[in-house]
């Protein structure tokens, strides 16, 4: 695909504008600091855009602020005592060194145990309790689609989980595939049953225009009241590299 890159500012608002081979102009703003990037056709200047982008500046700005203002997790060292989160509730963390294999088991109400050999460092015991979280996910997302698939009409030919740094989700129509980021295991079940609904929904209508939210609205009534519990929890601590 042919693809240009390059950056304007609009109103002393710098923007990222990538031209490719697509049909409409799409506008967002990204976490961690609220980078502004603009998808464009190929065939669209730079006026068109800067008119774009100050048509909708006041949304980019109130995005940006959202961003500004949600609370950040400081980077994680995988040592007993740090606070990590499942299903949107906290948990302590307890490093348990042993020479067996590596897991995780939640001890009670407020404990995670970590249980890993004695010789491996942070980051792998980060991947330890990924891969935990990713099967916590892997446990609950069947059922969520099936319920949902039914109710909506539609049906995924395949389903993943991977670590994305801009979105909770996405929605490949033509292979009919979706995508679900890692670290809605650590938000409350009901964020990850919206994000669910939302990219199925995608399967009808590609867009987030009138139609997309009707449909959100008879199958979801509370969607909205889910998407704002999910993006004011905490956004988990990254290297943002763009």
């Known amino acids: 695909m042919n693809t240009e890159h390059r950056q304007i500012v609009v109103n002393g608002v710098r923007v990222d504008v990538v031209r490719k081979d ?6 967002g703003v990204y976490p961690p600091n609220g980078r502004v990037r603009v998808a ?20 980019v700005m109130r995005q940006r602020a959202r961003f500004e203002a949600q609370p950040r997790q400081s980077e994680r060292d995988m040592v007993s005592g740090e606070s990590h989160y499942l299903w949107g509730r906290r948990y302590r ?22 249980h890993v050999r004695r010789e491996i460092d942070a980051k792998q015991r980060e991947r330890v309790l990924q ?3 990713r099967q916590q996910l892997r446990e609950l997302i069947p ?4 319920k949902w698939q039914s109710l909506l009409g539609v049906r995924v030919a395949e389903w993943g ?37 939302h990219e199925l929904a995608h399967l009808i209508e590609r867009g987030h225009n009138d139609r997309f939210t009707a449909i959100m609205d008879k199958h979801l009534p509370p969607w909205r009241f889910r998407r704002q519990e999910l993006n004011s929890a905490p956004l988990a601590h990254e290297a943002w590299n763009y």
Do not use: F
């Not at 697509?22 to 506008?27: C, Q, R, S």
């Not at 059922?143 to 099936?146: G, H, K, T």
């Not at 595939?177 to 009901?190: C, G, H, M, T, Y």
């Open 22 to 27: 697509i049909k409409n102009l799409h506008l």
């Open 93 to 114: 963390l307890r490093v348990i060194k042993h020479d067996g294999p590596a897991k995780v088991i939640v001890s009670n109400t407020s404990t995670i145990e970590l």
């Open 161 to 197: 989980i991977k670590k994305m740094k801009t979105k909770w989700g996405a929605c490949n129509v033509e292979a009919r595939r979706i995508w679900l980021n890692l670290e809605l295991a650590k938000k409350p079940v009901q964020c990850l049953e919206y994000i669910v609904v």
């Open 40 to 59: 464009v056709p190929l065939r669209v200047n730079d006026r068109a855009v800067r008119l774009a982008v100050i048509g909708k500046l006041g949304w």
């Open 143 to 146: 059922p969520l689609l099936d």
């Open 131 to 133: 891969r935990w979280y």
